[in-house]
Antibody, heavy 118, light 107 residues
Framework: EVQLVESGGGLVQPGGSLRLSCEASGFTFSSYAMSWVRQAPGKGLEWVSYISGDGGRTYYADSVKGRFTISRDNSKNTLYLQMNSLRAEDTAVYYC???????????WGQGTLVTVSS | DIQMTQSPSTLSASVGDRVTIPCRASQSISSWLAWYQQKPGKAPKLLIYKASSLESGVPSRFSGSGSGTEFTLTISSLQPDDFATYYCQHYNSFPWTFGQGTKVEIK
């Protein structure tokens, strides 16, 4: 059974940093691209970032480019999102998701809440 | 960047109704479109990929159609479990984007 479990969310001050983790199980992690998607309270879904299975290709939404870094450790079956220079508008539930071979987001974690506030 | 537009933001329907939810892309995305269902407090669930392919385990009352810039999610006979918010998403090129969502509520 595919499982994705996010952690690392919490309350952080504007300008601060946070690193999210997503531990994967039930599949060969290195064979799949992964992505982060976020959802601000009461709002819609926003795609944040993508990383290929070997970590060699990464892409970002314009809203986080230069501030967030996606990475993965295939030996630990874990996906990461390093978030720097956080702003109030980054407040959201952050989901990690497995990318299917044809591109859609086929499995999702339960999400972790990040709150940016002083 | 490709923008995805969903309208209306809310749709009222009754159990048994046929429901169609439109989604428009700002430029052609071929068939690189997915549909997701999300219930309050839960993660989204993939329903349809490549515009019209039904994800395994998803009831056959859900179907998708369209290509290029115009797409539709259809629920042939709305069931109580289907009251939720539905999002389209393109994966034609980066950055990927979602539509704003259409909430299907009880009439």
């Amino acid at each position: 059974e595919v499982q994705l479990v996010e952690s690392g969310g919490g309350l952080v001050q504007p300008g601060g940093s946070l690193r999210l983790s997503c531990e994967a199980s039930g599949f060969t992690f290195s064979s799949y691209a992964m992505s982060w998607v976020r959802q601000a309270p009461g709002k819609g879904l926003e795609w944040v970032s993508y990383i290929s299975g070997d970590g060699g290709r990464t892409y970002y939404a314009d809203s986080v480019k230069g501030r967030f870094t996606i990475s993965r450790d295939n030996s630990k079956n874990t996906l990461y999102l390093q978030m720097n220079s956080l702003r109030a508008e980054d407040t959201a539930v952050y989901y990690c998701a497995r990318v299917a071979a044809l591109g859609p987001l086929e499995y999702w974690g339960q999400g972790t809440l990040v709150t940016v506030s002083s | 960047d490709i923008q995805m537009t969903q309208s209306p933001s809310t749709l009222s329907a009754s159990v048994g109704d046929r429901v169609t939810i439109p989604c428009r892309a700002s430029q052609s995305i071929s068939s690189w479109l997915a549909w997701y269902q999300q219930k309050p407090g839960k993660a989204p669930k993939l329903l349809i990929y490549k515009a019209s392919s039904l994800e395994s385990g998803v009831p056959s009352r859900f179907s998708g159609s369209g290509s290029g810039t115009e797409f539709t999610l259809t629920i042939s006979s709305l069931q109580p479990d289907d009251f939720a918010t539905y999002y389209c998403q393109h994966y034609n090129s980066f950055p990927w984007t979602f539509g704003q969502g259409t909430k299907v509520e009880i009439k």
